[in-house]
Each structure stands twice: as structure tokens, then as C-alpha cells.
């Protein structure tokens, strides 16, 4: 496998993981497994966006990015809260 190749598949990962942590989130949410506060929630918001952010620079495919920022700001700001 080319570098090239290795490093597409790598990001492509990184998208793919996102995806399925904020999924994971909004599944978990939504049967009342976690609450809407827990380091759980907003954690898998924060890596799910992070991922996404990843994909969508190396793409150059700027609004999931745009949409992600926002997305992991607000969880990372839930998370800090949480510890103030």
C-alpha cells in the first residue's frame, strides 16, 4: 500500500469514527442510557466532531467542518463546566 493510500485510509477512519461516536451519542441519549450532562455524552461529541473536522480538511469538504467545530466547542465547553 502506497503512502499516499495509507494516509487516505487513515483519514478516512478518522471520519468514519466520528460518525458512528456521535451516532453512539445521540443513541445512547435518546434510550436514557446516559444523561444529557454526562462526561459519556458530551465526550463522544467531542471526538465524533473531532474526527469529522479531520475528514472534512483533508478533503477540502469545509461545511461538516464548519458544522464540527461548532459541534466540539459546545461539548468541550459542557466538559469543562463540568469540572469548574
Known amino acids: 500500500m502506497t503512502k499516499n493510500r495509507k494516509h487516505k485510509t ?3 477512519a478518522f471520519g468514519w469514527v ?4 456521535i451516532l453512539m451519542a445521540y443513541a445512547l441519549i435518546s434510550f436514557d442510557i446516559v444523561e444529557s450532562h454526562s462526561l459519556w455524552y458530551h465526550g ?3 471526538f465524533g ?7 472534512g480538511v483533508a478533503v477540502k469538504n469545509y461545511q461538516p467542518v464548519a458544522l464540527n467545530i461548532i459541534w466540539a ?3 468541550l465547553y ?3 463546566n463540568m469540572f469548574l
Open 73 to 75: 466547542m459546545i461539548a
Open 78 to 80: 459542557a466538559i469543562v
Open 49 to 55: 466532531g473531532a474526527g469529522i473536522i479531520i475528514e
Open 10 to 12: 487513515l483519514v478516512e
Open 18 to 21: 466520528g460518525v458512528l461516536s
Open 44 to 46: 463522544l461529541n467531542l
